[in-house]
């Protein structure tokens, strides 16, 4: 059974900065392609960042360019989001996404129940 459960979430002040960690299991994680994705509250869902199976290419949205930094760690089956300078306008459910495929150009099959970044002062 495919399982991502995200960490790392929680209350922080403009400007501050917070990592997210995606536990994966169930799949050979170092052969899909893995994103994270945001949801705001009363928003729809807007597409972070995207990182291919072995690591060696990201893609992140405008929104985030230059402050967010996606990762992986293969040998762990652990996806990471650090985030710094972070705006109110990050807040939002984050959620671990699974590619069925080696490069975040193929269709998101799995999430994971997200976790929860609050930038407030």
């Known amino acids: 059974e495919v399982q991502l459960v995200e960490s790392g979430g929680g209350l922080v002040q403009p400007g501050g900065s917070l990592r997210l960690s995606c536990a994966a299991s169930?799949?050979?994680?170092?052969?899909?392609?893995m994103s994270w994705v945001r949801q705001a509250p009363g928003k729809g869902l807007e597409w972070v960042s995207g990182?291919?199976?072995?690591?060696?290419?990201?893609s992140s949205a405008d929104s985030v360019k230059g402050r967010f930094t996606i990762s992986r760690d293969n040998a762990k089956n652990t996806l990471y989001l650090e985030m710094s300078s972070l705006k109110p306008e990050d807040t939002a459910v984050y959620y671990c996404?699974?590619?069925?495929?080696?490069?975040?150009?193929?269709?998101?099959?799995?999430w994971g129940k997200g976790t929860l970044v609050t930038v407030s002062s």
């Open positions: 996404t699974k590619y069925n495929g080696l490069t975040y150009y193929y269709a998101m099959d799995y």
């Open positions: 990182i291919n199976s072995g690591g060696g290419s990201t």
């Open positions: 169930g799949f050979t994680f170092s052969n899909y392609a």
